[in-house]
């Protein structure tokens, strides 16, 4: 009874009282979602410089480009943003994205449309690639990030990882986030170490390894970053004994002189390698994550990631069984930096430095590096720190499926990022359409 | 004293007066709004992809004509092949679906069975193609429930087997996956058409006539009953295969990438790095367009054909063509789907619990809410924004609908054939096609308005089926309830308002949870209006569809599925109370 009596109080308003109503929901939409604007002239001194940032990057919003595909990765941004709401009362706003480039062509389209102090874009995950485009672009914010407090916990003068991307200087365009290299895991049950089936330790004895067990190792499709990275780490091996000439192409911008030249070696091994692939090679994967689940699902034996800890944070998620063991190869290990970039038309650069400081301080540092939250190992150097702040690293016994201490032997560099794009349109051409 | 009351009517009567009349006029002015609400989006959409598609984009300091765009198109490895690739998933699913359809229906017609089937199915229509193509997934990958259920101690599988589901080459998948998800619909939507009670009650004789003529059953169905059914279903029909031929979170999720289909191409280029390759997507665009306009005018084509073959067959006076071989085949079939259906969602329910499930186990080897409590931990904001989108798009389009059946009625002139036409608009253009540019136009107008944008573009796709499943009972209504409260001078308004809203109760209920189910389940538009920053439960689903976990994905499939289901509860539910209510 009580309920019907509500029809004839309701009817006793008009219609265009309801019309009214709507409008008025959407109006609080759209003032919620729309964004304040702060502009703020910067001054020479860094202390003051700081401090004028930190009051005036206070109380904004932070809309935080990032790839949102691993729930871990998710997770730790999310505590970064609570962390700097109590701090700053900022809001970090992760934006998850499935490609960073995505991203990019959003700032792009921003700059053609003639947006040049409102982007949508306040901070971005960044390296390699994407990098280079928006520097050659210039599409990020200069000489800011070497200002950054915690800039000089990573020992920039000493530690060209933090201040190189892929071989480009940034410039201060970019702060060092965490550092990855390349390493391998396989599953112990599928891979039992006897003579004839031990997971491969160099290049060849993947092809040899995936020759005799055809259908167990696949790589993500390029432009995905692990997928390049694994094209990058063959083309590098591959040259490990090319004569001096031909391997210093590798640090030099992709030309159409040197490309054929220098990526020959590499199709030559891929010819060989993709029929003994998952699905005979003519499927990939769309990315790291699906050959992560494909690891889960064994329909694949051997694996490598970016991020080793992300393999015993996995199997305590449940996400990989308990038989996955990693381990590093031993003609060497692709390595790189990731890094937060802000965009040159950011609405809240101020803010996206005070973020971009945070994530390098070392409780976030410390906090990201563990293997229950993201593993990403740190940029910031030991010797930079305070004991209090080294006790931070310490970790306790290792989970075994995650990788031995000091078990990569050698680091590979990352060629210059032209040859990125060298790579993928010879993919392309060559592999892109399965025939 | 009394001067006092004698003006206060006179002034509340005035009121009254000037009330009413901005009622009707808000009401006849609706349509043309609607029209406008419809068109200018979609055809200022095209018209934005269609410019730079020739060339001409100031953005990027293109302002030349030429066909630039559609010489790149050509240029793209393996561009036939996604043509191929997004017509035949597109056309066979369709022609798959309805096959299904037209059996289950002669085969049950008349029958206990087809409200049983429906019962089954219906639930089917409020999971969103994402969390559909996630549960298909998971059951017909080499490490599936299938491979799971006979291995080992039949195939001897210790690792799962090397397989083609799903990402197949040839778009077994997807095709698997849209029939499965557009047969329920289509189903529906002939159930729906069959339960008019005028042209329903018709068919029922004249298919009870047939059968005693001694026309067994089918093929009264198909003699009597179709051809009167099927002018009826050609929209919903066009709509499917539109979706089907365009759309791009099926073959995200299950369809091949080496090459992709054109849609999930297109979409591939309009974000790539490179702008200039929005070009290039712009003349994919119009190709898509194409595409699926010579599928349509195809299905038309092929309708007229078997019509012209089929017309000495009606009338031929066969009685029997084989029915009880096909009325078997139909019950095995129909079985088959609903236990794949069954299969598919069990699996997603076990992964979203699973602890430790390696292949080939059937069953996880513990359960655990870990990943219900780290999904829900992180689901709070996409929560937010598909529940508060979902509800401003619904109400507003519930309220539109209302107000334009409202005018028809108030006019007593049915809507054109040109506005009936028009509000299917938005289902029957490819959304890849005209959402590029409508999000162009958009950045335009303004950047910072996300939400706005999104709940804008949701409306384009809810508007419709809000009308669509409102417009039957709307006029449907007793015509007599209003007269006679007219005659007991009830203004207009107060006619809306008091006799006819109430009487509407459930329908409108039911187009609310229609039209929330359609915007929780929209991820194109949301990706695009939103640049990205509006993240929903769809959006997320479809980025971990992907991704590291299962269990991830099946927990944001579940919660995909949830939300929809929760609303045609309430809707099927508080009808139910209120009336008992007022029965006492």
């Not at chain 1, 009817?11 to 009282?17: A, E, F, I, L």
């Not at chain 1, 004895?205 to 005799?212: F, K, V």
């Not at chain 1, 190792?217 to 990275?229: A, E, V």
Request: aromatic share 10%; glycine share 6%; with cysteine.
């Amino acid at each position: 009874m009580p309920v019907i009596k509500s029809w004839p109080t309701l009817t006793r308003y008009r219609s265009y009282w309801v019309a009214l109503f709507v409008f008025l929901g959407i109006c609080v939409g759209i003032s919620s979602s729309t964004a304040v604007t702060n502009t703020v002239a910067s001054t020479d001194e860094d202390q003051s410089y700081w401090q004028q940032m930190e009051t005036h990057g206070k109380n904004q919003d932070v809309y935080f480009y990032a790839w949102g595909g691993d729930a871990q990765i998710n997770a730790y941004i999310q505590w970064a943003a609570e962390q700097i709401k109590s701090q700053y009362n900022i809001n970090l706003v992760h934006v998850k994205f499935s490609d960073t480039s995505e991203a990019v062509s959003r700032v792009l389209a921003e700059k053609s449309a003639n947006n040049n102090s409102q982007g949508s874009v306040d901070l971005v995950w960044i390296n390699g690639a994407n990098f280079a485009t928006m520097s050659e672009h210039s599409l990020l914010l200069k000489h800011w990030s070497n200002k950054l407090p915690n800039f000089a916990l990573t020992d920039p003068d000493n530690n060209p990882a933090v201040t190189f991307d892929f071989g480009i200087p940034t410039e201060g365009m970019e702060a060092p986030w965490g550092q990855a290299s390349l390493t391998f895991y396989y599953d112990n049950l599928a891979i039992d170490g006897s003579a004839t089936n031990r997971p491969p330790t160099t290049l060849n004895e993947i092809l040899s390894w995936s020759a005799q067990h055809p259908g167990r190792f696949s790589y993500p499709k390029p432009p995905d970053f692990l997928g390049m990275s694994f094209l990058k780490y063959a083309l590098v091996t591959l040259h490990q004994n090319s004569p001096e000439n031909i391997k210093s192409q590798l640090n030099q911008p992709a030309t159409d002189q040197n490309t054929a030249l220098v990526l020959t070696p590499l199709w030559d091994f891929l010819d060989k390698l993709h029929p003994t692939l998952w699905r005979k090679g003519e499927h990939f994967m769309q990315n790291g994550a699906q050959m992560r689940r494909l690891v889960d699902d064994t329909e694949l034996s051997l694996a490598f990631t970016f991020s080793a800890p992300e393999v015993p944070a996995a199997v305590q998620r449940y996400d990989f069984p308990e038989s996955i063991r990693s381990y590093a190869m031993d003609d060497g290990s692709l390595s790189n930096t990731h890094f937060v970039a802000i965009p040159y038309n950011a609405s809240h650069p101020q803010s996206a430095q005070l973020v971009a400081n945070f994530l390098l301080s070392p409780t976030a540092q410390a906090h990201k590096q563990k293997a229950s939250v993201w593993g990403d190992k740190t940029v910031l150097i030991q010797s930079t720190l305070n004991n209090d702040q080294q006790a931070l690293f310490k970790t306790s016994e290792p989970h075994p499926s995650a990788l031995p201490f000091n078990s990569i032997k050698r680091t590979l560099s990352e060629p210059h990022p032209s040859w990125v794009d060298a790579i993928m349109q010879g993919w392309e051409m060559r592999y892109g359409v399965s025939q | 004293m009394s001067a006092l009351s004698k003006d206060k009517t006179a002034s509340s009567a005035r009121a009254a007066h000037h009330k009413t009349d901005r009622f009707t006029r808000l009401v006849k002015y609706s349509p043309r709004f609607l029209l406008a609400l419809l068109i200018l989006p979609v055809l200022g959409g095209l018209l934005s992809v269609l410019l730079p598609a020739f060339g001409w984009a100031p953005a990027l300091e293109q302002t030349t004509i030429g066909l630039q765009g559609f010489k790149a198109l050509w240029q793209t490895p393996g561009i036939t092949q996604m043509a191929t690739l997004s017509v035949a998933t597109g056309l066979i699913s369709t022609l798959l679906a309805f096959l299904m359809t037209l059996m289950i229906l002669a085969a049950f017609f008349n029958s206990l069975w087809l409200n049983r089937i429906e019962r089954l199915l219906s639930p089917i229509l409020v999971i969103p193609h994402a969390a559909a193509a996630i549960a298909v997934g998971f059951l017909i990958a080499p490490s599936g429930m299938f491979s799971r259920l006979v291995s080992p101690w039949l195939t001897g599988w210790e690792l799962a087997p090397h397989g083609i589901f799903p990402h197949d080459p040839y778009g077994i998948s997807i095709i698997l996956g849209l029939t499965l998800k557009e047969l329920p619909f289509l189903l529906l939507m002939a159930l729906g058409v069959l339960a008019q009670p005028e042209l329903g009650k018709k068919l029922r004789q004249q298919h009870k006539v047939a059968l005693n003529l001694g026309y067994r059953p089918m093929t009264a169905f198909f003699k009597v009953v179709l051809p009167n059914l099927y002018p009826l279903l050609r929209l919903p029909i066009f709509a499917v295969l539109a979706y089907a031929s365009a759309s791009v979170e099926m073959p995200l999720i299950l369809g091949p990438n080496t090459p992709p289909t054109l849609a999930v191409a297109i979409m591939n280029w309009f974000n790539d790095v490179d702008l200039n390759l929005r070009i290039k997507a712009s003349a994919g665009a119009v190709l898509q367009l194409a595409l699926t306009g010579s599928l349509l005018a195809l299905w038309l084509a092929c309708e007229k054909t078997i019509k012209t073959l089929c017309s000495d067959l009606l009338t031929n006076g066969q009685r029997d063509y084989g029915g009880d071989f096909w009325h078997k085949v139909i019950i095995v079939l129909t079985t088959l789907v609903i236990g794949f259906i069954l299969l598919a969602l069990m699996g997603l329910v076990m992964w979203s619990v699973a602890g430790f499930w390696r292949f080939p186990a059937a069953l996880p080897e513990q359960l655990v809410l870990l990943h219900f409590q780290s999904a829900l931990m992180q689901m709070g904001s996409p929560l937010f924004n598909t529940l508060t989108i979902g509800l401003v798009t619904t109400i507003f389009a519930v309220v539109l609908t209302l107000l334009c059946l409202e005018s028809e009625q108030l006019t007593a002139k049915p809507l054109s054939r040109f506005t009936s036409l028009i509000i299917y608009l938005p289902l029957l253009v490819p959304s890849i096609a005209f959402l590029f540019g409508l999000v162009w136009l958009q950045q335009l107008i303004n950047n910072q308005t996300a939400f706005f944008n999104v709940a804008f573009t949701h409306l384009l796709f809810v508007l419709p089926y809000v009308f669509l499943s409102l417009s039957s009972s709307y006029r449907r209504l007793d015509p007599r309830f209003s007269n006679v409260a007219a005659s007991l001078g009830a203004t207009p308004c107060k006619v809306f308002l008091q006799v006819k809203l109430p009487q509407l109760f459930a329908p409108i209920l039911i187009a609310a949870a229609l039209g929330l189910a359609i915007s929780f389940g929209q991820y194109l538009p949301t990706l695009l209006a939103g640049g990205g920053r509006i993240a929903t439960i769809t959006t997320e689903a479809v980025t971990l569809a992907n991704g590291a976990s299962r269990r991830t994905s099946a927990v944001y499939a579940i919660m995909q599925i949830a939300l929809p289901l929760i609303g045609f509860i309430l809707a099927w539910v508080l009808p139910k109370c209120f009336f008992k209510s007022a029965r006492r």
